[in-house]
């Protein structure tokens, strides 16, 4: 069983900008990010593959958010830029043993998640 534990997360103005991390306790084949604003289904928002470092990201946030990871620390991390309102949600970082991790059926593991909340 693999523990994922994030930090990062807060309250922001919109065109601020937050970075949030995820630390691993094992081997994962990718992780990523998924979010779920207020009143609405859990969605992804990008992930990345452990190996070779591919991301993928969701439309909405293309250009604002990156992902990257340091295989030493076991960790990846989310840099969110020109944050808007519209990215409020609870972000929950997920980790997969054989997939890179691009919907919710593809996730083995989930962090607790933190709250994100951009203020206009």
């Known amino acids: 069983q693999v523990q994922l534990v994030e930090s990062g997360g807060g309250l922001v103005q919109a065109g601020g900008s937050l970075i949030l991390s995820c630390a691993a306790s094992?081997?994962?084949?990718?992780m990523g990010w998924f979010r779920q604003p207020p009143g609405k289904e859990r969605e992804f928002v990008a992930a990345i593959s452990w190996l070779e470092g591919y991301t993928n990201y969701a439309d909405s946030v293309k250009g604002r958010f990156t992902i990257s990871r340091d295989n030493a620390k076991n960790t990846a991390y989310l840099q969110m830029n020109s944050l808007k309102p519209e990215d409020t949600a609870v972000y929950y970082c997920?980790?997969?043993?054989?997939?890179?991790?691009?919907?919710?059926?593809?996730?083995?593991?989930w962090g607790r998640g933190t709250q994100v909340t951009v203020s206009s």
């Open positions: 094992g081997r994962i084949r990718g």
């Open positions: 997920a980790a997969a043993a054989r997939a890179v991790p691009r919907t919710n059926s593809e996730v083995d593991y």
